[in-house]
């Protein structure tokens, strides 16, 4: 059973502070995302990596940045952490789909953590 | 128009009953689908993909009509514990970082 372990369930830091959340999975997936959710929104991608020291921006990287040093870890970093970026954050992974290049994601299906409830003050 | 779009609901059903939700998208090249459902305040967990020619899974079934740019999902013999958000799932296989969530849409069992 695919594992996606989240550092934090629940997470409160204040404002301007650099805020890290770290993201593990065990099933050796070349993908690795990071979405935040709320109410009436849905999930929002902010990034997305394909492989080691590769990433893309998603549909709302501003104010975040993200590292990936080792295929397992995906970390997403809010800089200078903001109110508006109080959230739920959910890290994903998944298989990329064999024969794909390297800048194509896979369409095999994600499996998430359990998600960091960040609330910045 | 928002490129994945369902119907929030909530949907408020007897236990036993027959459900049925759809979801449409806007883009035609879109090519994979998925529904994953997510328990309240738990993480989203994949229930089916969906295939080009439906597919079943238990008392879930499955359906795509690419025509009309909808996927839809039908529960049968609905129970207490398919209470959940249902979201839908639209990507481009050959676009990054385009996979698609919609916003969901809630279900309610009731006994």
């Known amino acids: 059973d695919v594992k996606v372990t989240q550092s934090s369930r629940y997470l409160v830091k204040r404002t301007g502070e650099k805020v890290f959340l770290e993201c593990v999975q065990d099933?050796?997936?070349?993908?690795m995302f990071w979405y935040r959710q709320d109410p009436g929104l849905g999930l929002r991608l902010i990034y997305f990596?394909?492989?080691?020291?590769?990433?893309e921006k998603g549909d709302i990287p501003e104010g975040y940045s993200v590292s990936r040093e080792k295929k397992e870890r995906f970390s997403l970093i809010l800089e200078s952490a903001s109110t508006n970026q109080t959230s739920m954050y959910l890290c994903?992974?998944?298989?990329?789909?064999?024969?794909?290049?390297?800048?194509?994601?896979?369409?095999?299906?994600?499996?998430f953590g359990d998600g960091t409830r960040l609330s910045i003050l | 128009r928002k490129e994945v779009e369902q119907d929030p609901g909530p949907f408020n059903v007897p236990e036993g009953a027959t459900v049925a939700f759809n979801c449409t998208y806007s883009n035609s090249a879109s090519q994979s689908f998925f529904w994953y459902r997510q328990d309240c305040r738990k993480e989203p967990k994949l229930l089916m993909s969906v295939y080009s020619s439906g597919n079943e899974d238990g008392r879930f079934t499955a359906q795509l009509n690419r025509a009309s740019q909808y996927i839809s999902l039908l529960i049968r013999d609905s129970k207490l514990s398919d209470s959940a958000t249902y979201l839908c799932?639209?990507?481009?296989?050959?676009?990054?970082?385009?996979?698609?969530f919609g916003s969901g849409t809630r279900l309610s069992i009731r006994p």
């Open positions: 994903a992974s998944s298989r990329k789909r064999p024969g794909q290049g390297d800048s194509t994601y896979s369409n095999q299906p994600q499996h």
């Open positions: 799932v639209v990507s481009l296989y050959s676009s990054a970082s385009k996979i698609i």
């Open positions: 099933m050796d997936h070349e993908n």
């Open positions: 990596s394909y492989d080691v020291k590769m990433k």
